[in-house]
Structures are given as structure tokens and as C-alpha cells.
């Protein structure tokens, strides 16, 4: 039987481009509790599915759409049916804000800000930085202000959390009537970085040289020194370093000028190409999961794993370098939290750095936060499960506070 007192309650929605992933916490006294999640996914397909859950893993409710019901389903529509859903299943407590996961803040939005019209008009002249996700980040918030105008919204925005950079890992060497439009490098997955800046005191390493590998389906390095972004492997775009699972990561600009003029490749063909046909799906011609390749025999999978592994080792070096010296390397996300064997060769990358992997920790990771390395190792290797659900939770009641007397 549950029992809940009556408290405020947090929506924290973070939508994609085919779906809509949403968190309700409890807004307690001394912390943020989860107390539902769920998600609707296949936006505009002929096949869109809702599932929400408590955090033990039942199930609060669930629905299936086909055909063209499905395919009417757009981003609007889903915040509408999500928003009555979550007003129906509240289990006593009362909505005072709904925080929002949004890609680009550009050059004005470096910390989290209250979302008005006006904001959201100003983030919508971002979309051509982020093409795949900033319209979808936006749309729900523009839903929901339509139809709850009086309800508190707050943009947490991916960039943000590196507006501490120094200027020089900023750049871009182009034109300055090019760099003045703000065509330089801002990096992404702020708010896995931030949590995990959050952790870094607890396994003390707050005041430590880390470099954080953030390994989903979207992928990237961090490099903070006292829990501060201080350079990224993502710049202009989250399109940039690493390969990932659709993206192709870094390439020689010379290769673009190439697919146009031979290819005859414009915008959007080259768009596609990079966001979504290349990384481990485009080099293994197999998938863009990580666990299919890894169980996978095929010699074009192994390559895609390796090229992946071998690419953040490179850029470690190349973070490392950025800092000045290297104490720890963090793992979290999907991949940085559940793959071993990434893990292992990576960590055997970085080896000349002077890490040394407990093959037997790495191999069986405890729950939460966890360290890798044997205790001799001269950099310490750990893994982190990453929160960005409650970082966007965290800023949104520090705003709510401070936006209501
Ligand atoms: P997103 O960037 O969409 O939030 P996630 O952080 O959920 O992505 O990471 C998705 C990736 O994590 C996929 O490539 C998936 O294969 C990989 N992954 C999840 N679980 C495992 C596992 N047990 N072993 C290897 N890879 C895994």
C-alpha cells in the first residue's frame, strides 16, 4: 500500500525527435524524489506507444496507436495526452513547475532561464545550430504554455554547463565576420556533466583533472578541473568528436567539399549523412546499438566498436593535454555505464597515462557510483550513472524559489 503526504510535484520532460520522455518528482522538504516516469514514442509513425512507470518498475498506464492515429500524433498532441495522464495520476500532489531539457542555449543562455514567448522565440532562431533537436525541445514547452499559461516552465539548456570554457577552447580558426555570428565551439550533454560534477566531491575528486566519457547514442568527452568544463569533444554542434551511434563524429572538413562537388551531395543529403547514416551504424552497415555489435561475429562490427574505442582514447590524449595532467576518467550513460568491454579497451588506451584496470571490478560493477581502477593505478577510473532527469528537477525548483517570494 503506498502512502504520500501531499507535496508539490516537478515535470521534467525531455522530448526528442520521435518521442517524449517524461519524470514527475516530488518536490520533499530536503530532496527531489521520483515517483513516475514514462515516455511516448513513434511520433508521426504508423506506430506510437505510451508507457508510464513507478520507479519500481510497474506499470501506471500504457497505450498503443496505429495507423494514421499515430501518424497525426506530433509533438503537440503528445504533450496534451502526456499533461492529462500526469494531472490524472498525481497521487496527491500538485504541479508548480515543469522543467525542460533543451539542446542549445547559444551565447544568451548559459543557465537555466524561465521560459516565456519571448524565450522560447529567441531559442527557436537555434534551431539551424541543432537541427535534429531543438524545434522538438521547444515544442512541448510551446504546447503547454498554450495551454497552461499561468503554469511555471523552466529551459535547462546541454550547452550551458561549458559556458565555463576558456575562450581559446572556444574557438574556431575562421574569419571573425564568420566567429562573430557565433560559429564556435560550444559543447553538449551539459547536464550529464553537470550531475556528474555534482558526484565528483563525494569520491573526492572535486577538486581533481577528470575527463568524463558521456557514452549513449549521443556521445562525448568532457575535461573538468575542479568540477568545471574546461574543454569538450562536441563544439558548434553535437555533431562533432566522437563517432556515436548514428553521427559521424569528427572529419575532415576537406572530406564535405569532396561529397559536394563529386557527390553532389547539398545540405540535407550531407545532414542525413552525418547525423544519422554514419557512427557505428554507417562503418558496421549493422546497427547503432552497442550491444548488438558487441554479440555480434561479423568482422564490419568489431571495426565500429574499435574505431569508437580508439577515437576516445585519442581524445583523451588530447583532453589530457588541454588540462595539463589527468587524476581521473569517469564513465557514465548508457554505454559508459554498461559495457565492459568499451570500458576495458579504453582504459587500455589511456594505460601510458598511468591507469591501471581492476579487470574483476570492471568486469562486475556495483550499483551507483564505483571505482575500476586498481587502487595503485596513478589515475583512477570509475563509473557514474548519470541523472539528468534530476539535474533539470534540481534547477528548476532553484528557480521556482527564487522566482516566487
Ligand atoms: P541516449 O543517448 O539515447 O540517452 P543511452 O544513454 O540510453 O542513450 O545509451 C544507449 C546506448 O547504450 C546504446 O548503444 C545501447 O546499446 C547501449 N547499452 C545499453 N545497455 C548496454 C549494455 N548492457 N551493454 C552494452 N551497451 C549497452
Known sequence: MRRRKISNAIIVINAGSSSIKFSLFADETRQLELFLKGQIEGLRTDNAHFIARHPA???????????????????????????????????????????????HGG????????????????????????????????????????????????GC???????????????????????????????FHGLSYEYIAS????????????????????????????GRSM????????????????RSGTLDPGVLLYLMDEMHMGPRDLEKLLYQRSGLLGVSGISSDMRTLETSG???????????????????????????GLDALVFTAGIGENSAG???????????????????????????????????SRVSAWIVPTDEELMIARHTRRLLTGATP
Open 298 to 324: 561479423e568482422p564490419r562490427a568489431r571495426l565500429a566498436v574499435d574505431l569508437f574505442t580508439y577515437r576516445i582514447g585519442r581524445e583523451i590524449g588530447s583532453l589530457a593535454a588541454a588540462m595539463g
Open 199 to 226: 558526484q565528483l566531491p563525494t569520491l573526492g575528486l572535486g577538486d581533481a583533472k577528470v575527463i568524463v566519457a558521456h557514452l549513449g547514442n549521443g556521445a562525448s568527452l568532457c575535461a573538468m578541473d575542479h
Open 231 to 246: 574543454a569538450s569533444t562536441m563544439g558548434f554542434t553535437a555533431v562533432e568528436g566522437l563517432p556515436m551511434g548514428t
Open 57 to 103: 518498475g510497474d506499470v501506471v498506464g500504457e497505450r498503443h496507436w496505429t495507423g494514421p492515429e499515430a501518424g497525426a500524433f506530433d509533438h503537440d498532441a503528445a504533450t496534451r495526452f502526456l499533461m492529462a495522464f500526469i494531472n490524472t495520476h498525481l497521487e496527491g500532489h500538485v504541479v508548480e513547475a515543469v522543467g525542460h531539457r533543451i539542446v
Open 342 to 376: 568499451v570500458r576495458a579497451a579504453v582504459c587500455g588506451h589511456a594505460a601510458w597515462l598511468g591507469l591501471e584496470m581492476d579487470d574483476g571490478a570492471n568486469a562486475h560493477p556495483q550499483p551507483g557510483a564505483h571505482r575500476l581502477s586498481t587502487p595503485s
Open 107 to 154: 551565447g544568451d543562455f548559459t543557465a537555466p532561464a524561465a521560459l516565456n514567448a519571448a524565450a522560447l522565440d529567441r531559442l527557436a532562431t537555434l534551431v539551424p545550430l541543432a537541427p535534429l533537436h531543438q524545434a522538438h525541445n521547444l515544442a512541448p514547452a510551446r504546447s503547454i504554455l498554450a495551454t497552461t499559461p499561468g503554469l511555471f516552465q523552466v
Open 157 to 187: 539548456f546541454d550547452t550551458a554547463f561549458h559556458a565555463t570554457q576558456p575562450p581559446l577552447a572556444q574557438a574556431f580558426a575562421l574569419p571573425a565576420e564568420i566567429t562573430d555570428r557565433g560559429v564556435r565551439r560550444y559543447g
